[in-house]
C-alpha cells in the first residue's frame, strides 16, 4: 500500500521492479485455466484412442473432474461459482445447442418429424409425470424419511431428470452406422426433450411455489407449453431469415461473416429467454432456416469458419459442463437417501422402456418403416442423463426444502447412465446387431432415380389425393426456389443436386486420376490410351466426346468447384468437422509430377471418364477419403442425409478449405523452370506473396461471375496466411517475377484468363506442395 | 371386413384383383374417384405426363378401374413377411415391380432398356431450365458409363437395378395408405 502513498515524505521504497495484481485478472485467469484443463484433457483422450471407443468422452470428462475435484477437496478450495443459473443457461448452453442445430441432418429430421417431436414431447411428458407420481408413492413409505416432498416438488425432480443427453449414445450410433431413422430419433429426441424439459421446469417450478394448484392452471399450463414451442420456433425462424438476407449483402466484409451467423443465432436464443419462451428451439430453428441460405451466400472460408467456430464452442461447453460435474460431485455437500436415489434410478429405466414401448406401439403405424425391438430397445438405452438435468438441479430455487436431495440424485442418475449406458451401448447394440445403414455409394445412376422416384410419388400422391412428405417437400421446395432464394440469396442460379453431384464426382475423378497416376504421367498415358481403345470399340465419335468432355469437366470444374464444396460437403456428423480438403490435397500433391511429366499433346487425349472407368466407385482406396454425402435430395436443398462416417479421430489435416483457383493452363508458364523450387519451396514464400487484401476476393466475385470462381490454395495449418484470392494483376505480376528467376518463387499459378478456350483440366500447374 | 365378400362381387375381376395387389377393393374406390383431379396437379410435375402414360397400357387409349388399381398397387409398403409359394404371382409391390415401374417410366418404347436419348429426356425434364444443354449431356453420358457394361449405350434392367441396390427403395416407393 505504500507503494500508492502519494505522499512525498513517505517515498516509496523503490520502483517496484516485479509487482502482481492476481484479483484483477482472477476471473478471466481462471475460465482460461479450466478450459486449458479440460482441452489437455481431451488432448490426453485422443493420445490413445483405443479408450475413446469403449469409453465415451463424457465418461473421461467426469472422471477427470473427479480427480481434479478432490484434488480440489482436499486443499479445501472452492469449485469456482461458475455453475450459477446465468452462466450456465447463457454462456455454456447456447453453444451446444448451436452445435446440435446447426449439423442436424436436415432432409432426414424433416422425414421424421413427427415421431420425433412425439417421441420428445409426449416421451418427456410420459417420463416426467410418471416419475414424478410414482416418486410421490415411494415418499409416502415410511422408511424412507421423505415424506415432506409434495407432488409438486417430485414432478419438478422428475422433469429435472427426463431431459435426456445422449451425447456418448450418438458418438456410438454414428461410429457403428446405425440405421438412419434411429440415429435421427435419437438426435432429434435429445434436441427437443431439452426445450420441453426446461419448459416443463419452468412450469413446475411456478406450480411448485404455488400453494393450491386449480385446475385451470392446468389449461393454462398445456396453452403455455404451446406458445412456448411454436413461440420458439417463429422467433427462430425470423432471426434465421433475417440473418440470411443480412448475408446477402456482406460479399464485401467477408471477414465479419461469421460474426452475423453467430450474433443472430445468441440473439435468437437471448430474445427468447427474454420473453421466456423456449429458448433453445428458437436457437435451433435459427440455425437450421439459416444455414442452408447463409452457407450459399458467404464466401467458402467463412462457411468453413462458421463451422469450425461452431464446432470448436460446442465442444469445448459440452467438454466443460462435464468437467464441472465431476468436479461438482466431490465439492458439493450431498444429501444421500438410499432409498429415494435408488428409486429414481429404478424408475427412470421403468418409465423410458415403458414410454418407448408404448410410444412406438402408437406410432408406428405412421411411419413408413416402422421400428421394430432392436430399434426400440436402441431407442430406449440411448436416453442417458446429462448437461440439461445437471444444470436445472443446481438451478433450483432454494425454497425447496430438499434441494440437495435432489441434486445428489440428479448427480447419481446423471453418473450411473452416463458410465453404465454410456460404455454398455456400444457392445449391446453391435451384440444385438441393429439395423445398420448402407452407406450409399455415390452415383450419379443413384441420383437420378432417385430424383425420378420422388417425382413420380409426388405424382402418385397427387393422384390419391394421400399428401404425406413427398408432397410437402415438393411444394415447399418450389416455394423456396419461387420466392425465398430470390429474396435471400444473392446469386440465386438454382442448382439441381444431379447437377452438383456430377460435378462434384467429375472433380473427384480428376483428383484421382492425379492421384493414381503417380510420378511419371507419360508413362501411364500408353495406359489409359489403350484402356481407351479397349472401351472404345464403338463407332461413335468418342474422340471428340473426350476433348467435349475434359473441355466441360473443366468448365464445370471451374465455373463450379465452389458449389460443389459448398453444397456436397455438408454432413452432419456430431463429432467432428468435415474433412473436405483431401481432395484438393491430391490434387495439388500431383502437380509437380504432372508437371514434370507433361508434353504437350500426349496427354491431351487422357479421358477422365475412361480414368474413372477403373477408379470408380468400386471400393478403391480413395473413396474412403472423400465425404461420404449422400445426396438424394431435391433440386436445391442439399443435406446430407445420414451422418458420414467419421473417424473421430481423424482431425481434419488442413483446416482451412480455402477455394481453389482455377489455375493456368500450363501452356503459358511452361518455361517457367520452376517446378523444382515449387517442390521445395516453403510456405513462407508462399505466404509472403500472399499479401493482397482479402477484398481481393469480394472484387473478383463481383467482377468475374462466371469463370471466376476463385479458391483459397489450401495450405497447412503452419503456413497461416497463405490463403489470399488472387485476381489476374496479381498473378502477372507473379509471372514476371517468376521470370526474372526470383529465389523464393511464388507459386505459379494465377486466375484463370478470361477467354474460354479449352484447357485440359489436368493441366494445372503446381502449387507448391504444403507439408503433410 | 364383412362387406369385403360382397364388395368383391361388386369389383369386375375383383378377387383377381384383390390376389394381385393384396388389398381389399373397396378401398380402391375412393381413390378411383379422384382420377379426374389430377390434371391440374400433375401439370406441374416435371414428369406428370410419364405418370399418367403409367396407367395406360400399351396401344390403350383409356385406363379402367383394375388396370389404375393394379398401377397403384405398385405403391405400397413392401411386406416382409410374406409367405409367397412359387404358384401365386409375384405381389405387385415388391421391391422388383417397384423397380420395373420406374424402369418403365424411362423406358417408353419399351424395348428393355434405357438408351441414352430416353434418359436424356428425362433429365430434361426433370432438370429442365437448370442445365446447359452439355451438362445434360456430360450427366447422361457419365451415367451411361456407370451403368452400362455391355456397351450397348443403355441401361438394362438388370444394371438400373443393380444399380440401385443400396436404396432403400420400400422407403422411397411407397405410400402409406390403403391399409
Known amino acids: 500500500i505504500d507503494d500508492f502513498c502519494a505522499y512525498p515524505e513517505d517515498v516509496p521504497s523503490n520502483l517496484p521492479v516485479f509487482t502482481m495484481d492476481y484479483p484483477r485478472i482472477q476471473i478471466p485467469f481462471e475460465i482460461t485455466l479450466w478450459m486449458l484443463l479440460a482441452s489437455f484433457a481431451k488432448i490426453g483422450f485422443h493420445v490413445y484412442h483405443k479408450i475413446t471407443i469403449w469409453v465415451p468422452e463424457s465418461c473421461l470428462f467426469i472422471s477427470i473432474g473427479l480427480i481434479v475435484g478432490a484434488i480440489m477437496h482436499s486443499v479445501h478450495e472452492e469449485p469456482p461459482a461458475a455453475l450459477s443459473s446465468n452462466v450456465f443457461f447463457l454462456y455454456m448452453l447456447p453453444p451446444i445447442v448451436l452445435d446440435s442445430g446447426y449439423f442436424l441432418p436436415i432432409r432426414s429430421f424433416f422425414e421424421n418429424v413427427g415421431t420425433v417431436l412425439w417421441f420428445a414431447v409426449v416421451g418427456t411428458l410420459w ?81 411448485a411455489e404455488m400453494e393450491v394448484v386449480e385446475p385451470e392452471d392446468v389449461f393454462l399450463g398445456v396453452a403455455r407449453f404451446f406458445v412456448v414451442g411454436l413461440g420458439g420456433m417463429g422467433f427462430g425462424v425470423l432471426f434465421g431469415f433475417v440473418a440470411a438476407f443480412t448475408t446477402r449483402f456482406t460479399s464485401r466484409v467477408r471477414e465479419i461473416e461469421p460474426l452475423f451467423i453467430f450474433m443472430f443465432s445468441y440473439l435468437a436464443y437471448l430474445v427468447a429467454e427474454l420473453f421466456a419462451i423456449s429458448s433453445i428451439m428458437a436457437i435451433v430453428c435459427c440455425a437450421l432456416t439459416m444455414k442452408y441460405y447463409v452457407e450459399e451466400n458467404v464466401s467458402q472460408r467463412s462457411c468453413t469458419t462458421i463451422r469450425h467456430v461452431v464446432k470448436m464452442l460446442g465442444s469445448i461447453s459440452e467438454t466443460l459442463i462435464f468437467f464441472f460435474l465431476g468436479v461438482v460431485t466431490i465439492t458439493t455437500d450431498h444429501e444421500w437417501n438410499w432409498g429415494y436415489i435408488l428409486f429414481t434410478l429404478l424408475f427412470t ?34 436416453g442417458l442423463r446429462g448437461a440439461i438435468s445437471f444444470a436445472l438441479a443446481f438451478t433450483l430455487p432454494d425454497s425447496i426444502g430438499r434441494k440437495q436431495l435432489f441434486v445428489t440424485a440428479t448427480i447419481a442418475v446423471i453418473l450411473f447412465t452416463v458410465f453404465l449406458q454410456g460404455i454398455s451401448i456400444r457392445p449391446l447394440t453391435e451384440f444385438i446387431n441393429v439395423r445398420r445403414t448402407n452407406r450409399d455409394i455415390e452415383s450419379i445412376n443413384v441420383e437420378i432415380h432417385s430424383r425420378l422416384m420422388e417425382h413420380t410419388m409426388a405424382g402418385v400422391e397427387d393422384l390419391c389425393g394421400q399428401w404425406s412428405h413427398f408432397y410437402w417437400k415438393d411444394k415447399f421446395m418450389k416455394f423456396n426456389n419461387r420466392v425465398l432464394r430470390r429474396v435471400l440469396i444473392r446469386d440465386s442460379r438454382a442448382e439441381s443436386s444431379i447437377v452438383a453431384l456430377y460435378k462434384k464426382l467429375e472433380l473427384q475423378n480428376a483428383m484421382e486420376i492425379l492421384d493414381t497416376v503417380s510420378g511419371d504421367i507419360s508413362a501411364a498415358a500408353p495406359s489409359l490410351v489403350s484402356l481407351e481403345q479397349e472401351k472404345k470399340e464403338s463407332a461413335k465419335p468418342k474422340k471428340t466426346f473426350m476433348a467435349q468432355d475434359l473441355k466441360n469437366m473443366h468448365n464445370l470444374l471451374s465455373k463450379n468447384m465452389y458449389k460443389i464444396r459448398q453444397r456436397t460437403v455438408a454432413f452432419t456428423s456430431k463429432y467432428a468437422l468435415p474433412n473436405d480438403n483431401q481432395p484438393r490435397e491430391i490434387l495439388i500433391r500431383r502437380h509437380a509430377s504432372i508437371r514434370r511429366s507433361l508434353r504437350p499433346g500426349s496427354f491431351q487425349s487422357t479421358i477422365p471418364n475412361s480414368q474413372k472407368y477403373f477408379s470408380l466407385p468400386t471400393g478403391q482406396s480413395l473413396g474412403s477419403k472423400y465425404p461420404s454425402a449422400r445426396r438424394n435430395d431435391h433440386e436445391t436443398m442439399s443435406e446430407v442425409a445420414y451422418p458420414t462416417r467419421r473417424s473421430r479421430f481423424s482431425q481434419p489435416k488442413r483446416s482451412s478449405s480455402g477455394a481453389m483457383m482455377p489455375l493456368h493452363r500450363l501452356g503459358t508458364l511452361k518455361e517457367v523452370p520452376s517446378t523444382d523450387f515449387l517442390n521445395e519451396s516453403q510456405g513462407e514464400s508462399f505466404g509472403k506473396v500472399h499479401s493482397k487484401p482479402r477484398t481481393g476476393s469480394s472484387h473478383s466475385d463481383s467482377r468475374f461471375p462466371a469463370h471466376r470462381r476463385h479458391f483459397d490454395p489450401p495450405v497447412d495449418n503452419n503456413n497461416g496466411s497463405a490463403d489470399d484470392v488472387r485476381n489476374e494483376d496479381e498473378a502477372e505480376e507473379e509471372q514476371q517475377r517468376q521470370h526474372r528467376g526470383a529465389l523464393r518463387p511464388p507459386p505459379s499459378w494465377a486466375a484463370e484468363p478470361r477467354d474460354d478456350t479449352p484447357r485440359n483440366p489436368l493441366l494445372r500447374q503446381p502449387q507448391w506442395n504444403p507439408k503433410k | 371386413m364383412g362387406s369385403s365378400r360382397s364388395s368383391l362381387r361388386r369389383v369386375p375381376d375383383g378377387q383377381q384383383l384383390l390376389q394381385e395387389t393384396g388389398c381389399e377393393p373397396e378401398r380402391w374406390f375412393c381413390l378411383g374417384l ?15 405426363d410419364r405418370i399418367v402414360g403409367a396407367f395406360f397400357q400399351p396401344g390403350q387409349e383409356t385406363v379402367d378401374f383394375p388396370s389404375f388399381v393394379r398401377v397403384l398397387a405398385h405403391f405400397r409398403p413392401t411386406e416382409k413377411n410374406r409367405t409367397r409359394d412359387g404358384v401365386q ?5 415388391s421391391r422388383n415391380r417397384k423397380l420395373k415401374f420406374a424402369f418403365q417410366l424411362y423406358d417408353q418404347d419399351r424395348d428393355g432398356k434405357i438408351s441414352r436419348t430416353e434418359l436424356l429426356q428425362v433429365l430434361r425434364e ?54
Open chain 1, 127 to 207: 417420463n416426467s409425470i410418471g416419475i414424478g407420481m410414482s416418486l410421490f408413492a415411494i415418499c409416502h413409505i415410511e422408511a424412507f424419511g421423505v415424506q415432506d416432498i409434495n407432488l409438486q416438488e417430485n414432478l419438478l425432480f422428475a422433469a429435472i431428470i427426463s431431459a435426456v443427453d445422449p451425447v456418448a449414445v450418438l458418438n456410438v450410433f454414428e461410429d457403428i452406422s446405425v440405421n438412419e431413422q434411429l440415429y435421427i430419433v435419437v438426435f432429434g429426441e435429445c434436441l427437443f426433450s431439452d426445450a420441453v424439459t426446461v419448459v416443463l421446469y419452468n412450469m413446475f417450478s411456478f406450480v
Open chain 1, 349 to 382: 429405466f421403468l418409465w423410458r422402456g415403458l414410454g418407448v414401448l408404448v410410444l412406438t406401439q402408437i406410432i408406428n403405424p405412421f411411419r413408413t418403416i416402422p421400428f421394430n425391438m432392436k430399434d426400440q430397445f436402441g431407442l430406449a438405452y440411448g
Open chain 2, 34 to 48: 379422384r382420377s379426374e383431379d389430377l390434371e391440374a396437379e400433375l401439370s406441374e410435375n416435371p414428369i406428370g
Open chain 2, 89 to 93: 404371382p409375384e405381389p405387385a409391390n
Open chain 2, 126 to 179: 426433370m432438370l429442365g431450365l437448370q442445365v446447359t444443354e452439355e451438362q445434360l449431356q456430360s450427366i447422361a453420358e457419365r451415367a451411361i458409363q456407370e451403368a452400362d457394361l455391355d456397351r450397348d449405350d443403355a441401361i438394362c434392367f438388370d444394371k438400373f437395378r443393380k444399380s440401385l441396390e443400396k436404396v432403400d427403395i420400400d422407403h422411397k416407393m411407397s405410400v402409406r395408405f390403403l391399409e
